[in-house]
């Protein structure tokens, strides 16, 4: 299969560890991967001059450096992701499909939510997470957003904030427009790991909490990060 006409967006800071096999799983299937680069101190630049994909800098935040990267496409079709998250096997058979719809100019396609881990826990964490994207409509960034450009533009794009950039972005497009794509993505469970199952869980949901409480997205970042 010729490789799709997608821009892949990958925003990055220090994720040298990671990013390689994320890369990997879009080289040769997409036309285009553009990482934007929040000011890395590791050897994630040179990974990604390395693997031919286009760095760019941008303001430190997932939402500064996906809007610069979208920015800066160049394809019909975006395809957002995070750089701890490589897309699984069949993934560019359902992202064909799906861009093969005239009637997903108008939609856009998430992939189911995957971790590299084979802990009980991991496999509640992807039920729950399922089970949000289809009767909630959230949809997270690490399970990848794959959108035509003009729609999303339409949108008016990721907002410049610092964090919760992809629970915006899904709400306007709106549950209605969100279809669930038949493909893994495949994030680390590093995090969880690290933080425990159920405190790594509580946090995100407290802070998607805040959010619809009307918090700002600077104000949870710093209590994100504090509790990190």
Known sequence: MYPLPISALIPTLNAAASLPATLAGLRGKVAEIIIADGGSADDT????????????TAQRGRGSQLRAAAEASTQPWLLALHADTRPGHGWQDAAAAFIARPETQTLAGYFRFALDDAAPEARRLE?????????????????GLLIER???????????????EDVALIRRIGRKRLLALPADFITSAEKWRRDG??????RNLFCLSLWFA???PTRIARIYARRG
């Open 45 to 56: 630049p040179e990974i990604a001059r390395s693997s031919g994909a286009r760095l760019i």
């Open 150 to 164: 003009d729609f999303y533009q339409a949108l008016g794009g990721y907002e410049a904030i610092p964090l919760m």
């Open 197 to 202: 199952w159920y405190g790594r869980s509580v």
């Open 214 to 216: 009307g918090v700002s």
């Open 127 to 143: 039920a729950m997470v399922a089970w949000r994207s289809r009767w909630l409509g959230l949809p997270y960034g690490d399970q």
